[in-house]
DNA sequence: TGCGATATGTCGTATAACGACATATTATGA
DNA sequence: TCATAATATGTCGTTATACGACATATCGCA
């Protein structure tokens, strides 16, 4: 059986990337424009990274493309990305991959304050 | 100036060796066996990750070399390291980003429990 | 008309994790 | 005593991926 553990850890820029499908639906320049302001600023994905990590979730079917509503009016280039059920389990087993690793480093921290 | 979150993120592997060091002084394959209970058997750290960490770290100054007392008796070809002062900077901030993370995270996850 | 924001992509480089391989010592139990 | 497991450190090649630089096109607006 292959479970969602099997894949962690993944970087920075790919849980980011899922954190910010998992609210909605996106394109990629919006995703990133998100990622931006959900970091608080910290975190710039170049386009290198963002739309190089798109095509390798696509390939690891954690995301999925969307097809624009109106596709006449308005139609740009924008592909739209959504979160697939696989991509939200690897999101929680991150996000409590994360809460692990905060909790030990905040009890072991807390040991040494002498 | 230089600031410890320049250099964030830095990899699971690293942190947790970091964190082994945060407790007590330690030597390779103790770091090791303490990475592994540390977190519950999840992260079995390869050699090759391990001594290319701990020599990078070194290189980068955030851990540092620890004379072994006693080196009369029970000599081993052991090499003893310990967390510099840049490293527990290091190591402070790379926490704080993983609690701003994890809590980013329950907050988007929980938007969402529909 | 031109510029900044929006939008997507490729390419080359650098970093680092990882498994495989190599080697040596120490402790233990059959 | 002899083999085996645990302790201990290291190198090498492969692979994954972040990132900056470059390239291109559209849209809205002044």
């Given at each position: 059986m292959e479970t969602s553990q099997e894949h962690l850890p993944v970087s920075e820029a790919t849980f980011l990337i899922l954190l910010s499908l998992a609210q909605e639906s996106r394109h990629g320049y919006a995703i990133m424009k998100d990622v931006e302001a959900l970091s608080q600023g910290r975190v710039s994905l170049s386009t290198g990274t963002l739309y190089g990590a798109l095509s390798r979730l696509l390939d690891q079917r954690w995301i999925e493309r969307v097809e624009d509503e109106l596709?006449?009016?308005?139609?740009?280039?924008r592909k739209r990305y959504r979160l697939s059920e696989q991509g939200r389990h690897v999101l929680q087993a991150e996000s409590q991959r994360l809460e692990q690793l905060a909790a030990m480093a905040r009890l072991r921290l807390a040991e040494n304050l002498s």
């Open positions: 596709p006449e009016q308005s139609s740009r280039t």
